[in-house]
């Protein structure tokens, strides 16, 4: 049987979207067949370093190539919206990276515009997609360690940042929570779903983004999680999951694992491996793929009802903090 072909377009050929056209060749089916940049030069510098077959000096171009399904779109966050939009208006199917857009409202339009285009769109999410993850979250969803009470999860890079860069820059959504934050919320989201009650504290840079920041959930019946981001400091960027019989550790670089250990109340400690080649952004590639040529129009694994409730959350938090964009 011949292999069907997803024909991809990559937007905003940035520092994201070279690992990520890097890890495309690993998934069968997957075509390079378009970039769009703000510049030509930058588009056909990209196309020729990964291997693709068309560049496009604009956005607007690369939507409307008709030999492209779906477009990647890897721009800062504040500009996901625009180019999502246009591609969706174009009848492309989307993948949109993190955080979809910078607040709920923009989210909710986007998924609504590609509803009603009847177009396939999924956050980029890619730790969600990751097996090891999903075995993780299988194993909680069959009690090998009992009820879940705890969650500890962090993710903190090292700095310090120029004050123009996209992390510290309010104009193009900058700050840990909506960069790294992202990450242990969604982790606790998969495991413990909507929290109860939310409470964030951080600190903010000179620009008013968050820099340093702490959040505490709390869920019915019991069970709390505790996370903290930042972009000031290299933490040690791993989770724990506790039960009431054991616990699943997840190592530094808890979003992208390449295994954990399990332990189990009265057991040695088991650690199980899911190796993996490239970067880690095949999983999500393929799901796309996969969700596209079965005319889906939404992953059941980074779903559109998902996207909003982190979205919800992040709003929240950033009403805490006092984070305004
Ligand atoms: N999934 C992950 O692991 C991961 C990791 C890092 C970042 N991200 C996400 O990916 C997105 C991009 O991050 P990045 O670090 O790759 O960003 P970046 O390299 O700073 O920017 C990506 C590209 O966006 C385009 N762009 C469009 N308007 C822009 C503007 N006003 N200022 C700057 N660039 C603009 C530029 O491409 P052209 O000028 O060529 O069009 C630029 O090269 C962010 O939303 C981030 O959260 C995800």
Redesign the pocket.
């Known amino acids: 049987m011949t292999e069907q072909k997803v024909r991809w377009g990559v937007l905003?050929?940035?520092?994201?979207?070279a690992t990520f056209a890097a890890d495309l060749p690993l998934v069968p089916g997957a075509e390079l067949a378009a970039v769009g940049?703000?510049?030509a030069e930058?588009a056909t510098a990209f196309a020729e370093r990964f291997g693709f077959a068309r560049a496009h000096g604009s956005y607007a171009d690369l939507a409307a190539d008709p030999e492209v399904d779906v477009v990647y779109i890897?721009?800062?966050?504040a500009?996901?919206a625009e180019a999502a939009h246009l591609c969706i208006e174009a009848g492309k199917h989307v993948l949109v990276?993190?955080?979809i857009t910078l607040d709920l409202p923009a989210a909710a339009q986007l998924i609504a515009a590609a509803r009603e285009k009847g177009v396939f769109l999924m956050e980029?999410m890619?730790m969600r997609l990751n097996p090891a993850i999903r075995r993780v979250a299988e194993l909680v969803e069959e009690g090998a360690i009992g009820w879940v009470s705890a969650i500890h999860a962090d993710f903190g890079l090292q700095g310090p940042f120029a004050a123009e860069h996209?992390l510290r820059d309010p104009k193009?959504g900058g700050g840990a929570l909506l960069?790294l934050g992202v990450y242990p919320i969604n982790l606790v989201h998969l495991i413990l779903g909507t929290p109860a009650s939310v409470q964030a504290w951080a600190h903010l840079t000179p620009e008013r983004v968050d820099e340093n920041t702490g959040v505490l959930m709390g869920f019915e019946p019991g069970a709390v999680a505790a996370i903290t981001c930042s972009i000031n400091g290299e933490s040690r960027n791993n989770a724990t999951i506790t039960g009431t019989d054991g616990r699943i550790e997840l190592p530094s670089g808890f979003f992208v694992p390449r295994s954990f250990v399990l332990h189990r109340a009265g057991k040695a400690p088991e650690t199980i491996e899911f190796p993996f080649e490239g970067n880690g952004y095949q999983f999500e590639a393929a799901e796309v793929q996969r969700a596209v040529l079965a005319g889906e129009l939404e992953s059941p694994l980074m779903p559109h009802a998902t996207t909003l409730e982190i979205m919800t959350l992040l709003d929240t938090i950033r009403e805490e903090i006092g984070v305004v964009y």
């Open positions: 905003g050929p940035g520092g994201i979207a940049s703000r510049s930058s890897a721009t800062p966050h500009f996901h990276e993190k955080p980029a890619w996209r193009l960069d």
